[in-house]
């Protein structure tokens, strides 16, 4: 297969047309399927083709809503961005169960951010270094102020400057450490804007300072960025209620339904392997909300993760106990997410569930996205311990299955209803459609579609 310079500088249909002959073998239907995915608005497209580089066409994620989310004594219908069938399923039938149980509480226990200028510095003395920085330690606020200065108007900034020695694990390597609250924006270019102009204050005061010897005066910035590992940006979403109200129709009384519940969360608490599919499944619910709102979700994920190992061992990010006759669930998640800048005032669909949440600042959001991961987690754990995951997965999955198997609508229909008593697999749907349909089952899985494939 041929390489390409300049394929950034190709209009979109010559970018088209250059992969499709290339890599695909001059197929005008691959060139009509990735036109047929355009919006038709030219300026919408004009929107999505500008947000990266190399556009080609659109992706599609379903836009669903979880209705009926009861928040400190706030409703809302969330707008969740996912592809796997059985998540708004799952989140919209856990707001229902707390809706009748008071709803979900929620609290912001901190909001701050983190960036570093790492450097390295081989002079003997740190005391040198660290008197060095005291003396200068003010200028790295005021010769900022150009770029702070209006995140200082509302109500955010520079919260902290501090030196670490990190000589302790790579000679001569010490780090600027600072924190920031960056109100109601996600804050990464504001951030990175600021920890560069601490390197080159850093390396200008270094020059002038009489503390330090001309041999200690060599200073290496290896780099400047922001930590997406913000333990400090924290919300706290819970859920409580009294044991007997918890019995809801299955075999077990609230007691014993608490207990199997606790001891599963104890479970991803002690045992890694769970850990991460417990969490996993927290996560279901919170990407969701933070991709159908425009926020970094590799940013969210890669902080979660690395707080709930904050022990030395990856851990669940929820915790439940039973006290004073009431089960009491929570789930405590970092989450640096912004309601202004980045694509929230630019793509249409984010634009729109930031309406549909109410425009809500960044606490706000923070303990929308917390509450539908608690939700979410509630939903996997009380399908766990009673009834097994697979039942209500599969009956979601049905007509992914029916759809790939090419079922007509009075097909799915007919099977969806056939379905209704039944535990779904993969197999039995295979069976049970070619049975409808009057053709053999084949031996091993996969039924040829229409075209043959
Ligand atoms: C599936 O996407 C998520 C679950 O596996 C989460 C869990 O096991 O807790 C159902």
């Known amino acids: 297969m041929p390489s390409i310079k300049g394929f950034s500088k190709l209009s979109k249909e010559a970018k088209i047309e250059w992969i499709v002959a290339n890599y695909i073998g001059n197929d005008a239907e691959s060139i009509d399927f990735l036109k047929s995915y ?45 592809e796997e069938s059985s ?70 900034g520079i919260l902290d400057i501090q030196l670490v020695d990190k000589t302790a694990l790579e000679p001569g390597y010490y780090q600027i450490h600072a924190t920031f609250d960056t109100c109601d924006s996600m804050g990464a ?36 960025i922001l930590s997406n590992y913000t333990p400090n940006c924290l919300v706290r979403a819970e859920v409580r209620a009294p044991l007997e109200s918890l019995a809801d129709g299955n075999e077990m009384s609230g007691l014993e ?9 104890r479970i991803a608490e002690i045992e890694p392997y769970r850990a991460t599919t417990h969490n996993k499944g927290i996560m279901n619910g919170v990407d969701s909300v933070v991709i159908a709102t425009g926020n970094d979700f590799r940013a969210v994920e890669a902080s979660a993760h690395t707080y709930a190992s904050r022990s030395g061992q990856y851990r669940s990010l929820t915790h439940a106990e039973i006290k004073d006759g009431e089960f009491i669930f929570r789930l ?42 608690l939700a979410q987690n509630f939903s996997a754990l009380r399908s766990l311990v009673t009834s097994g995951i697979q039942k209500g997965h599969m009956k979601m999955h049905l007509l992914n299955i029916l759809n790939q198997l090419e079922a007509t609508d009075s097909e799915k229909v007919q099977i969806v209803e056939y379905f209704k008593d039944k535990i779904v697999s993969y197999s039995s749907t295979v069976e049970i459609f070619c049975k409808i349909r009057g053709i053999e089952v084949p031996a091993v899985s996969g039924i040829k579609n229409k075209e043959g494939h």
Not at 192 to 220: G, R, W, Y
Not at 257 to 265: D, G, I, M, S, T
Not at 357 to 372: F, I, Q, S, T
Request: proline share 3%; glycine share 6%.
């Open 189 to 224: 270019n504001f951030i990175n804007s600021v920890l560069e102009e601490f390197a080159k204050i850093l390396k200008s005061e270094i020059e002038k300072t009489d503390l330090l010897t001309e041999e200690e005066k060599q200073v290496q910035v290896v780099m400047c």
């Open 332 to 373: 405590d998640i970092p989450l640096a997410l912004g309601t202004v800048g980045g694509l929230t005032g630019l793509h249409p669909m984010v634009k729109f569930a930031l309406k549909l949440l109410g425009n809500p600042n960044a606490n706000e959001l923070m303990k929308v996205a917390a509450v539908v991961g």
């Open 257 to 265: 339904f608490a207990e199997k519940f606790c001891r599963a969360v």
């Open 87 to 156: 998540v708004v399923a799952a989140a919209a039938k856990s707001a229902n169960f707390w809706l009748e149980r008071g709803g979900f509480h929620t609290q912001i226990i901190d909001v701050q951010k983190v960036g570093h200028v790492h450097f390295i510095w081989e002079g003997k003395s740190s005391e040198k270094l660290f008197a060095f920085f005291n003396s200068i330690k003010d200028k790295f606020y005021s010769h900022t102020e150009h770029i702070t200065k209006n995140m200082q108007l509302r109500g955010g």
């Open 38 to 82: 355009w919006n038709n608005d030219s300026n919408v497209q004009k929107l999505h083709d500008e947000f990266i580089e190399n556009t080609i066409s659109n992706f599609y994620l379903p836009f669903g809503i979880a209705p009926n989310f009861l928040i400190d004594g706030k409703m809302y219908c969330i707008p969740m961005a996912i």
